[in-house]
T-cell receptor, first 115, second 114 residues
Framework: GAVVSQHPSRVICKSGTSVKIECRSLDFQATTMFWYRQFPKQSLMLMATSNEGSKATYEQGVEKDKFLINHASLTLSTLTVTSAHPEDSSFYIC???????????FGQGTRLTVV | GESVGLHLPTLSVQEGDNSIINCAYSNSASDYFIWYKQESGKGPQFIIDIRSNMDKRQGQRVTVLLNKTVKHLSLQIAATQPGDSAVYFCAENYSGAGSYQLTFGKGTKLSVIP
């Protein structure tokens, strides 16, 4: 299958700082990327859907000003957690798709810990 | 934020036995379903999928059954191995939305006893 890479795999940051997570499709062009959040022992919850070159669509309850998503190219989407708080500590996972209804491939996830 | 006291349902099976993991999905309009395996600290790994025009689909050691009447999905793993230990999630998609947006089920932790 296609490869999606997330970076970093783990990050620790201080409260009030911002942290950026990258999601790259390594061997295909991803017109659509999805960002999920997963708390311990819980399921994946969709945060937002981003299409290359346009603004991301956020799910209800997800603050777009706090979770900034940029999908500037067909192989890269970034999620920036701004003014991070301990309750933002979670496992963030992206997936990338070549187009509408095309299979989406998942990255390996990023463990964010805010101290 | 995180829910205190929340835990995943756990299924414990002996190595070599068959495992059955169940999932109830929420949207009657969903027409595409996927089972994922997630190992600790990793992203979901695709196992098998099924479309709503089918009731059953078989892969290597895995079978997915779909009952649209009661909105139920199951994953059967034959001859369960220690390497099958993980959390399993079902996911649903409505293709009419024009996106591969997935809604995940709660998950089941499978523990294989050697």
């Amino acid at each position: 299958g296609a490869v999606v890479s997330q970076h970093p795999s783990r990050v620790i940051c201080k409260s009030g700082t911002s942290v950026k997570i990258e999601c790259r499709s390594l061997d295909f062009q991803a017109t659509t990327m999805f960002w999920y959040r997963q708390f311990p022992k819980q399921s994946l919850m969709l945060m937002a859907t981003s299409n290359e070159g346009s603004k991301a669509t956020y799910e209800q309850g997800v603050e777009k000003d706090k979770f900034l998503i940029n999908h500037a190219s067909l192989t890269l989407s970034t999620l920036t957690v701004t003014s991070a708080h301990p309750e933002d500590s979670s496992f963030y996972i992206c997936s990338a798709s070549q187009g509408p209804n095309a299979e989406a491939f998942f990255g390996q996830g990023t463990r964010l810990t805010v101290v | 934020g995180e829910s205190v006291g929340l835990h995943l349902p756990t299924l414990s099976v002996q190595e070599g036995d068959n495992s059955i993991i169940n999932c109830a999905y929420s949207n009657s309009a969903s027409d595409y379903f996927i089972w994922y395996k997630q190992e600790s600290g990793k992203g979901p790994q695709f196992i098998i999928d099924i479309r709503s025009n089918m009731d059953k689909r078989q892969g290597q050691r895995v079978t997915v059954l779909l009952n649209k009447t009661v909105k139920h999905l199951s994953l059967q793993i034959a001859a369960t191995q220690p390497g099958d230990s993980a959390v399993y999630f079902c996911a649903e998609n409505y293709s009419g939305a024009g996106s591969y947006q997935l809604t995940f089920g709660k998950g089941t932790k499978l523990s294989v006893i050697p």
